[in-house]
Nanobody
Framework: QVQLVESGGGLVQAGGSLRLSCAAS????????MGWFRQAPGKEREFVAA????????YATDSVKGRFTISRDNAKTTVWLQMNSLKPEDTAVYYC?????????????????????WGQGTQVTVSS
């Protein structure tokens, strides 16, 4: 079992930066792939970024490539999403998610159905 708590959201002007954190508890974090998703009002949840259990593989959706970076520290059981050059269209509730154990260095799924644990979300609002 993994419990996830996101933090770091807030209100920022376009062009600004935020760093989201996801603190995990549970014995399987270090062997779990982690992902960030977001959901804007009236829209479906969408994939943002993912990272394999050891950090060797990362993926990001095209709209955030070059602006957002996902990283993790298994010793601190934390995953981060560094968001730079924020745009109003990045406004959404951001969710952290974890898979069950995976031994593959290449497993960093982009589908929400592949994640087993979810946080409660943190609001990010980007003003123009």
């Amino acid at each position: 079992q993994v419990q996830l708590v996101e933090s770091g959201g807030g209100l920022v002007q376009a062009g600004g930066s935020l760093r989201l954190s996801c603190a995990a508890s549970g014995r399987t974090f270090s062997s779990s792939a982690m992902g960030w998703f977001r959901q804007a009002p009236g829209k479906e949840r969408e994939f943002v970024a993912a990272i394999s259990w050891n950090g060797r593989t990362t993926y990001a959706t095209d709209s955030v490539k070059g602006r957002f970076t996902i990283s993790r520290d298994n010793a601190k059981t934390t995953v981060w999403l560094q968001m730079n050059s924020l745009k109003p269209e990045d406004t959404a509730v951001y969710y952290c998610a974890a898979t069950k154990r995976s031994s593959s260095s290449y497993y960093a799924p982009r589908g929400g159905d592949e994640y087993d644990y979810w946080g409660q979300g943190t609001q990010v609002t980007v003003s123009s």
